[in-house]
């Protein structure tokens, strides 16, 4: 490729650095590549939109932009909130825990264990009694 067809690409910056420094050392020669680099800047120039006053970007984002609902400002105390009540739910629904009273639970088994043995002797006698 010859160095005044590499215009664009120096001016888009897309030479490696080899190309790059050969092609400055044409420039300094060459007035039609250098005539035609100024007019790809003032092009480049052209295309480049103005800046809008900073007045106007305020007032179009204060027109676009979301304000956040007045909720959102307590959101941890929300779910702060939320999280006890639901606590405070379920805790109405446990059942309640009274102490553990070993001798009541040694009568049940006492009672409950004579009545077996004397439901069984009475099965035993009866079938004696039977053959």
Request: aromatic share 14%.
């Given at each position: 490729?010859?160095?005044?067809?590499?215009?664009?690409?120096?001016?888009q910056?897309?030479?490696?650095?080899?190309?790059?420094t050969?092609?400055?050392?044409?420039?300094?020669t060459?007035a039609?590549?250098?005539?035609?680099l100024k007019?790809?800047?003032k092009?480049?120039e052209g295309?480049t939109p103005?800046?809008?006053?900073?007045r106007?970007?305020?007032?179009?984002?204060?027109?676009?932009t979301?304000?956040?609902?007045?909720?959102?400002?307590?959101?941890?105390?929300?779910?702060g909130?939320?999280?006890a009540?639901?606590a405070?739910?379920v805790w109405?629904?446990?059942?309640?825990?009274?102490p553990?009273?070993?001798?009541?639970?040694v009568?049940y088994?006492?009672?409950?264990?004579d009545d077996?043995?004397?439901s069984?002797a009475?099965?035993?006698?009866?079938m004696?009694?039977?053959?």
């Open positions: 490729m010859k160095p005044c067809e590499q215009v664009l690409l120096y001016a910056g897309e030479l490696n650095p080899a190309e790059k050969a092609f400055e050392g044409h420039l300094k060459c039609a590549c250098q005539a035609e007019f790809l800047a092009l480049d295309l103005p800046a809008a006053p900073q106007v970007i305020d007032k179009l984002l204060a027109r676009t979301r304000k956040k609902p007045f909720w959102a400002r307590f959101k941890w105390e929300l779910a909130l939320t999280a009540a639901c405070a739910f109405t629904f446990l059942p309640s825990q009274e553990f009273n070993a001798h009541e639970l009568a088994m006492n009672a409950s264990s077996e043995y004397s069984f009475q099965e035993l006698n009866d004696e009694d039977y053959f």
